[in-house]
């Protein structure tokens, strides 16, 4: 068994549901520490909620340092009797290793880990600085994990300069998607006043969903932006609509609506919030709205990160991968406040969040092999 499947293995067995750690970020730190690396643990979050985040790094003779980034936790199981085996026992079947967290990313923890260890035993004094940032925090809240190390960092004035999150990003086969940016993520929770009266009466009410609708429509149909050649145009999504009493003969005094922004880099939450108001305004409704920003945009063009990636997955796998920013928010978003180079690279994605989740054995030594051949271009520039 190589030593990034046994690994992985270990970590799968870790019953890691946010926040909960198991011992997974105690069985890197136990790696990491006879290859120099100075640990970290930082404690984060309520009584009933403490998240676990280990920073740990080994400082190099240029520096430079590369961060490897990733979360330990995993999202609950589902039904368990839908699980064709148990989800914290690693499995194989017909070429592939089932279990929770193994897409999403305990594998890719494991390959990062033991291509650091590969890397340092061919050279011990590199000029790249290694550093690891694991939280137990990514799919809950992502308040106290590693947002709270990177404001930690900041405020200590450390530099970073490159950035690997070890997300699931491959589509088809391993390799064939990088994400070099994510999209900002803007939720509005918008409440419309009226009057409540009888439905057969509408002179003595105001009806709060038929003066929305009109600003809604016009919302719905905006064009915020036009995107550029890395990010889609921003879009606008209603996401619910809740009002009325539940009664067939009442107006409802008021209607709550849900949205939310994907935004481009081109944009900001701020202009977003600005123009939303003027349409609401414009429309002369009575409402409230709360705005909650879920992350900004950030973007890594190409350059001496996104080349060293590109570069060793053709090298290891010949696949030629292609740039994206689709998808959800990650911890990129707060990585990217303290680091200007930031992509994310994985495994393949299909299975992620789903019952029987799984990898393919295959891609596991590939994957730590690129993690290391980029470690070996970074430190040679």
């Given amino acids: 068994m190589s030593k990034t499947l046994h690994l992985t293995e270990q970590l799968i067995a870790q019953r890691s549901v946010t926040p909960e750690d198991g011992q997974c970020q105690a069985i890197i730190e136990a790696r990491l520490k006879p290859l120099g690396f100075v640990c970290e643990t930082i404690v984060s979050g309520p009584a009933d909620f403490r998240v676990k985040n280990l920073w740990a790094k080994r400082p190099g003779r240029g520096g430079r340092t590369l961060v490897f980034a990733g979360h330990t936790d995993v999202v609950p199981t589902g039904p368990l009797e839908q699980w064709t085996s148990d989800p914290f026992v690693p499995s194989h079947r017909d070429g592939n290793l089932y279990g929770r967290g193994a897409a999403d990313m305990k594998t890719s923890i494991a390959a990062f880990t033991v291509a650091v260890e590969e890397f340092l035993a061919n050279n011990p004094t590199p000029k790249l600085g290694v550093a690891l940032l694991l939280t137990s925090d990514e799919e809950g809240p992502s308040v106290d994990g590693t947002a709270v190390v990177c404001e ?3 405020q200590r004035g450390e530099q970073l300069d490159f950035c690997i999150v070890g997300e699931p990003t491959s589509v088809e086969r391993l390799g064939d998607m990088i994400k070099n940016g994510r999209r ?7 409440t419309v006043k009226g009057i409540q ?3 057969a009466y509408p002179e003595l009410g105001l009806n709060p969903i038929h003066k929305a609708l009109p600003a809604l429509a016009e919302l719905a149909a905006t ?7 890395f990010f889609p145009p921003t879009s606008f999504q209603i ?3 809740h009002g009325g ?4 003969n009442i107006i409802p005094n008021r209607v709550v609506i849900d949205f939310n922004f994907r935004f481009a880099s081109v944009t900001t939450a701020e202009d977003l919030q600005q123009r939303v108001h003027a349409v609401l305004d414009r429309h002369g409704l009575d409402y409230e709205l709360q705005w ?8 890594t063009t190409p ?3 996104v080349d060293a990636v590109r570069r060793e997955i053709h090298f290891v796998t010949g696949v030629d991968a292609e740039l994206s920013t689709t998808g959800g928010t990650s911890d990129g978003r707060f990585i990217s406040r303290i680091c200007p180079q930031v992509i994310e690279f994985g495994p393949i994605n299909a299975s992620i969040h789903k019952i029987d989740e799984h990898v393919r054995v295959a891609d596991l030594e590939p994957l730590k092999d690129i993690f290391r051949g980029v470690l070996e271009r970074l430190d040679a520039l």
Avoid: M, Y
């Fill in 152 to 154: 930690k960092l900041r």
């Fill in 184 to 190: 900002g993520s803007l939720t509005g929770k918008l």
């Fill in 197 to 199: 009266a009888h439905i």
């Fill in 223 to 229: 064009e915020w932006d036009h995107g550029n050649e």
């Fill in 239 to 241: 996401s619910n609509i």
């Fill in 245 to 248: 009493t539940g009664a067939g």
């Fill in 292 to 299: 909650v920003v879920g992350g900004q945009p950030f973007l």
């Fill in 303 to 305: 350059g001496e990160l």
